[in-house]
């Protein structure tokens, strides 16, 4: 079984300060997804990385994923409120049918 | 244009009560998948169909039944509910010519199933 070890657990910040989350496995990946998640919803993928080395922005979010391909890091910059919720980690290996397997997940809050 | 659809979204069942949870996508996907959510987790998989007629066991499936009798439809049963399966359960659908550089998993709203 594949794991993917996500961190931190808990983010609680304020408005304005960066952040960075981890997303590790023993394993390669074949591509690595980052969701996020809202109370009552379910998760939204944000991004997809490929290629090892791959850097990928969404506005104030950045996506990278390790040249191995073993792990992946969502940094935010210059955080807002509206970025508060769970952000989710997911991988996948070979051809595996679109199976995901996700990380435990981070819990952020954005204090105003 | 609904998406992935759970029903119910809530539900208390006891102990060796037996229910169905029902998934619906309309975006014609071949792919659809049963996860459960528990608190520090994440989400594992349960079952999953790559099309109709097909199932197959995913990483925590005791406990679980599931049929794919139509390609909209993805049923997931439990016929003896205990509270070790008290949790949040989504479904999920991912278009099959889209597996690889561009896998996207569309998921339902969730159905929070609590087991006393």
């Known amino acids: 079984t594949q794991l993917l070890e996500q961190s931190p657990q808990f983010l609680s910040i304020q408005e304005g300060e960066n952040l960075t989350v981890y997303c590790n496995s023993s394993?390669?990946?074949?591509?690595l997804q980052w969701y996020r998640q809202e109370p009552g919803e379910g998760p939204v993928l944000l991004v997809t990385?490929?290629?090892?080395?791959e850097v990928k922005k969404l506005k104030r979010l950045t996506f990278q994923f390790g040249d191995a391909r073993k792990d992946s890091s969502l940094h935010i910059t210059a955080a807002q409120p509206g970025d508060t919720g769970l952000y989710l980690c997911?991988?996948?290996?070979?051809?595996?049918?679109?199976?995901?397997?996700f990380g435990q997940g981070t819990i952020l809050t954005v204090h105003p | 244009n609904a998406g992935v659809t759970q029903t119910p979204k809530f539900r208390v069942l006891k102990t060796g009560q037996s229910m169905t949870l029902l998934c619906a996508q309309d975006?014609?996907?071949?792919?659809m998948y049963w996860y459960r959510q528990d608190p520090g987790m994440g989400l594992r998989l349960i079952h999953y169909?790559?099309?109709?007629?097909?199932?197959a066991k995913g990483e925590v499936p005791d406990g679980y039944n599931v049929s794919r009798l139509k390609k909209q439809n993805f049923l997931l049963g439990l016929e003896s509910a205990a509270p070790s399966q008290t949790s949040v359960y989504f479904c999920?659908?991912?278009?099959?010519?889209?597996?690889?550089?561009?896998?996207?998993?569309?998921f339902g709203q969730g159905t929070r199933l609590t087991v006393v």
């Open positions: 997911a991988g996948v290996w070979g051809t595996s049918y679109g199976k995901l397997t």
């Open positions: 394993s390669v990946f074949s591509s």
């Open positions: 990385v490929v290629t090892g080395g």
């Open positions: 975006m014609n996907h071949e792919y």
């Open positions: 169909s790559v099309g109709e007629g097909t199932t």
């Open positions: 999920a659908s991912i278009l099959r010519r889209d597996i690889g550089r561009n896998t996207e998993a569309f």
